[in-house]
Antibody, heavy 120, light 106 residues
Framework: QVQLQESGPGLVKPSQTLSLTCTVS??????????WNWIRQPPGKGLEWIGL???????YYKSSLQSRVSISIDASKNQFSLRLSSVTAADTAVYFC????????????WGQGTLVTVSS | SYDLTQPLSVSVALGQTAKITCGGN??????VHWYQQKPGQAPVVVIY???TRPSGIPERFSGSNSGNTATLTIARAQAGDEAAYYC?????????FGTGTRVTVL
């Protein structure tokens, strides 16, 4: 049974870089049929897609975040990671990693989410 | 960018039918997925590709999509259906979520 688990600091200072990792267990991140995504949800608000990475390393990001976001993959560790630079309080959110089975498909597998607070 | 609009809230009497709409430009040409999210939990797919229910989702959940509106219907609403519901599409290679609807079962 494949599972996703987010990890990383729960508190980040303003203007610094938020870094999170999603560990894939029970399956290989290198399977070419999956896309690996980051999604976030500010407290009490809706879901926002951040970006995705293919197992081959190609990435796509939400246009409004593109200048600050980077997603990478480490197949040797079965992990993919998110970096979001120059954070502000508006980046405070629960961050989820999620899997898409193929193009146009839904997010069929999610991590439990991790709360990241941006505060000094 | 592509936007999806949902009503902020929908109330339904126990045992009755709730309809949640998701509006977007020519959304009928896209595949729409619907998620249920309960407090403190990750979202769960309840309908994908407009009308398909994943295994384990009750038949009471159904979907439709045409023109500029997709709809999630919850028949015979139960207390356990109280949750936030989100529609979602892919706009080229960008994921787009609806604004979300809070369903209350009275």
């Amino acid at each position: 049974q494949v599972q996703l688990q987010e990890s990383g600091p729960g508190l980040v200072k303003p203007s610094q870089t938020l870094s999170l990792t999603c560990t894939v267990s029970g399956g290989s991140i290198s399977s070419g049929i999956y896309y690996w995504n980051w999604i976030r949800q500010p407290p009490g608000k809706g879901l926002e897609w951040i970006g995705l990475i293919f197992s081959g390393g190609n990435t796509y990001y939400k246009s409004s975040l593109q200048s600050r976001v980077s997603i990478s993959i480490d197949a040797s560790k079965n992990q993919f990671s998110l970096r979001l630079s120059s954070v502000t309080a508006a980046d405070t959110a629960v961050y989820f990693c999620a899997r898409v089975y193929y193009g146009g498909a839904p997010f069929d597998l999610w991590g439990q989410g991790t709360l990241v607070t941006v505060s000094s | 960018s592509y936007d999806l609009t949902q009503p902020l809230s929908v109330s339904v009497a126990l045992g009755q039918t709730a309809k949640i709409t998701c509006g977007g430009n020519d959304i009928g040409s896209k595949n729409v997925h619907w998620y249920q999210q309960k407090p403190g939990q990750a979202p769960v797919v309840v309908i994908y590709r407009d009308t398909t229910r994943p295994s384990g989702i009750p038949e009471r959940f159904s979907g439709s999509n045409s023109g500029n509106t997709a709809t999630l219907t919850i028949a015979r609403a139960q207390a356990g259906d109280e949750a936030a519901y989100y529609c979602q599409v892919w706009d080229n290679t960008s994921g787009v979520f609806g604004t979300g609807t809070r369903v209350t079962v009275l």
